[in-house]
C-alpha cells in the first residue's frame, strides 16, 4: 500500500450538512481521531485526508469535508475546497441526519452528472432522528437503500468498506477476451 501513488488510489469522498457526522465516520473509519469532532458547526475548515486500505479494494484516501450548508463567512471557500475535491472523487458517501434531504439531493444530482457512484449513509445517534423518514425519502429520490451506522460509536460502520468494496466493483468495466 506505502507504494501506490496517490493518484493511483480509489479516492473516497465524505459529504453532508455541517454536524451531520462526516468527520465522526472517518474517525471510525480509520479507527484513528483523523479529523476534529465538535458540536460547533463548521469545525471541519479543510478537506481531511487519510490513506488506508480497505479489504476487497485495495489502497484508497478517505476525504472528509467542510458541511455544504455551511453559512459562515468564509463557508463559501470552503465550499470551494470541497468542489475541488470533487475532481478526484471515484467515490461518494452522502450522510444525512435529517428528514427534508434537498440540499443533499442537489449534491447527489451534481454527483450523478459527474458519473460519481454515492453510497447513501443515514448517520444515528442518541438523537432522536427519524430514521424511518429519512430512509423513505431516500429510497424514493434515488433507489439506493441507506446504511444505518452510528460514527459516533462506530456501530455498524464495519458494513460500509463492504459496500465501497461491492460499489467499486460494479462500476468496474467488464472486459470480454
Given at each position: 500500500?506505502?507504494?501506490?501513488?496517490?493518484?493511483?488510489r480509489t479516492h473516497i469522498t465524505?459529504?453532508?450538512?455541517?454536524?451531520?457526522?462526516?468527520?465522526?465516520?472517518?474517525?471510525?473509519?480509520?479507527?484513528?481521531?483523523?479529523?476534529?469532532?465538535?458540536?460547533?458547526?463548521?469545525?471541519?475548515?479543510?478537506?481531511?485526508?487519510?490513506?488506508?486500505?480497505?479489504?476487497?479494494?485495495?489502497?484508497?484516501?478517505?476525504?472528509?469535508?467542510?458541511?455544504?450548508?455551511?453559512?459562515?463567512?468564509?463557508?463559501?471557500?470552503?465550499?470551494?475546497?470541497?468542489f475541488n475535491v470533487l475532481a478526484?472523487?471515484?467515490?461518494?458517501?452522502?450522510?444525512?441526519?435529517?428528514?427534508?434531504?434537498?440540499?443533499?439531493?442537489?449534491?447527489?444530482?451534481?454527483?450523478?452528472?459527474?458519473?460519481?457512484?454515492?453510497?447513501?449513509?443515514?448517520?444515528?445517534?442518541?438523537?432522536?432522528?427519524?430514521?424511518?423518514?429519512?430512509?423513505?425519502?431516500?429510497?424514493?429520490?434515488?433507489?439506493?437503500?441507506?446504511?444505518?451506522?452510528?460514527?459516533?460509536?462506530?456501530?455498524?460502520?464495519?458494513?460500509?468498506?463492504?459496500?465501497?468494496?461491492?460499489?467499486?466493483?460494479?462500476?468496474?468495466?467488464?472486459?470480454?477476451?
Open positions: 500500500m506505502i507504494n501506490v501513488p496517490q493518484s493511483e465524505i459529504l453532508g450538512r455541517c454536524n451531520s457526522g462526516k468527520s465522526s465516520l472517518i474517525n471510525a473509519l480509520t479507527k484513528q481521531e483523523m479529523a476534529i469532532v465538535s458540536e460547533i458547526a463548521g469545525t471541519t475548515t479543510d478537506p481531511v485526508s487519510k490513506n488506508m486500505e480497505i479489504p476487497g479494494l485495495g489502497p484508497c484516501v478517505l476525504i472528509d469535508t467542510a458541511g455544504f450548508d455551511d453559512t459562515s463567512n468564509l463557508g463559501k471557500e470552503r465550499l470551494n475546497k470541497t478526484k472523487t471515484d467515490i461518494a458517501i452522502m450522510v444525512y441526519r435529517d428528514a427534508d434531504i434537498t440540499i443533499e439531493l442537489e449534491w447527489v444530482n451534481r454527483l450523478e452528472e459527474q458519473h460519481i457512484p454515492v453510497i447513501h449513509i443515514i448517520n444515528v445517534d442518541e438523537q432522536a432522528v427519524p430514521v424511518g423518514h429519512i430512509a423513505e425519502n431516500i429510497i424514493q429520490s434515488t433507489g439506493s437503500q441507506p446504511l444505518l451506522v452510528n460514527a459516533k460509536t462506530g456501530n455498524h460502520v464495519e458494513k460500509l468498506p463492504n459496500s465501497i468494496a461491492d460499489l467499486k466493483e460494479k462500476e468496474q468495466p467488464v472486459t470480454i477476451t
